[in-house]
C-alpha cells in the first residue's frame, strides 16, 4: 500500500479515536452515590442518595472538554432517623414533591490537569436545588478506565468514566429554612459524589 493511502487512513482512526464517548450514570447496580453532612452544635445530620442519573460527554484525548449533567431524584435522599427524613423530604424543607430533582450541570473545566488516565480540574456550572439555580465551581477527579465495563457489569462491553467530588454548598442560598434551625441544622452542607458512568459498545 502507498504512503499516500496510508497517511489518510491513520488520520480517519486518530479522529475516530478522539471522538467524545457518551457515559450514562444510571447505574444499573445502583451502587453510584451522593453523601451530605450538616454538622450543627447540636447534632450532625449524615446522609446519601442513590437516585442518581444523567450523561456526560468525555473525550480521552481531550478530557478538558468534558461537558454533562448529573442529576438526583430528591426522593431518594435520606438519613438513618425516620423522623428526621420525614421532615427532609416535606414541604418545610427540600420539597420533593414540587422539586423532585437536584442537579449540576457542567459548562467548562479549568486547571486541567491529566496523568495517565486520572484528570483533576474545576468545573464551572450551574447548581439547581429547590427551585433555586447557582453558579458554582467544584474540584472533580475523573478517572476513564478502558474496556472495564465488563468487570463491573458482567455482560456488558464498554467503557467506564468514574468520577470523583467534595464540595460544600449553603441551604441559606437554596432557600432552605433561609436563617432557620441552625443550632440543629447547620447552614453548610458537605457533599460528596462518587459515582460511574458507561459507554456501551
Given amino acids: 500500500m502507498k504512503l499516500t493511502h496510508i497517511i489518510p487512513i491513520a488520520c480517519l482512526a486518530t479522529t475516530a479515536w478522539a471522538t467524545p464517548q457518551s ?32 450523561t456526560v460527554s468525555f473525550d480521552p484525548e481531550n478530557p478538558g472538554a468534558t461537558t454533562g449533567k448529573i442529576l438526583v431524584a430528591s426522593s431518594s435522599l435520606t438519613v438513618p432517623n425516620p423522623m ?47 427551585g433555586v439555580t447557582r453558579e458554582i465551581a467544584v474540584p472533580v477527579k475523573l478517572t476513564y478506565l478502558a474496556d472495564k465495563l465488563s468487570a463491573r457489569v458482567p455482560n456488558l462491553k464498554g467503557d467506564l468514566l468514574v468520577i470523583r467530588a467534595n464540595f460544600v454548598i449553603n441551604r441559606n442560598d437554596f432557600d432552605i429554612q433561609k436563617g432557620q434551625y441552625e443550632d440543629k441544622v447547620s447552614p453548610t452542607i458537605d457533599l460528596s459524589l462518587s459515582i460511574a458512568g458507561a459507554a456501551t459498545r
Fill in 84 to 130: 428526621q427524613k420525614e421532615h427532609l423530604l416535606s414541604g418545610n424543607w427540600l420539597d420533593v414533591a414540587k422539586y423532585p430533582e437536584i442537579s449540576f450541570e457542567t459548562k467548562a473545566l479549568n486547571h486541567v490537569k491529566t496523568e495517565g488516565n486520572i484528570t483533576t480540574a474545576e468545573a464551572t456550572g450551574t447548581f439547581s436545588l429547590h
Fill in 23 to 54: 457515559f450514562d450514570f444510571k447505574d444499573p447496580k445502583g451502587v453510584n452515590n451522593a453523601v451530605f453532612k450538616l454538622d450543627a452544635p447540636l447534632e450532625a445530620i449524615n446522609g446519601s442518595a442513590n437516585g442518581i442519573s444523567g
